[in-house]
């Protein structure tokens, strides 16, 4: 019979809350990077991203950040643009909500930002109130 060596597999590591959620220092934007929101996932490590400068752009995960940061529509992120290909981005750092409301306040979000909002959410804000949806019924 093996002796037991380890303290489990990848698996335990996983579940572990290593206490990381600590005070970090807010990161601005330098010269070739962008504050966006992402709109929607779209798998393999891509999304969906609007960036405030108006531009809407694919966004990658970048490989230090795959399968550690979770990144969901909604989000606040900071990107860096491509110099040889203007409609790809990479995702360089996620914003925390607390942290993107201070960014909001220096002055660097626009203030239509909206944080903490799904994709549905901002859909759902873009349409009129109207409850219609195109079945019309006879009066009884």
């Given at each position: 019979?093996?002796?037991p ?27 070739g990077q962008e504050?966006?929101?992402v709109?929607?996932?779209l ?17 990658h995960?970048?490989?230090k950040m795959?399968?550690?940061?979770w ?12 110099d ?15 942290e993107?409301?201070?960014?909001k ?36």
């Amino acid at each position: 019979m093996p002796k037991p060596k380890g303290k489990g597999g990848k698996n335990r590591r996983r579940g572990k809350g290593d206490g990381e959620e600590s005070k970090r220092e807010l990161e601005f934007k330098e010269d070739g990077q962008e504050y966006a929101q992402v709109v929607r996932m779209l798998g393999n490590g891509r999304c969906e991203c609007f960036c405030f400068d108006g531009v809407t752009r694919l966004g990658h995960i970048r490989g230090k950040m795959r399968k550690k940061v979770w990144i969901t529509a909604g989000d606040i992120i900071l990107v860096a643009k491509r110099d040889f290909q203007d409609e790809k981005v990479d995702i360089v750092h996620k914003y925390t909500a607390d942290e993107a409301r201070n960014l909001k306040q220096y002055g660097e979000l626009p203030e239509n930002a909206r944080i903490n909002e799904t994709a549905v959410d901002m859909a759902m804000a873009d349409d009129n109130d109207d409850d219609d949806i195109g079945i019309a019924f006879d009066d009884i």
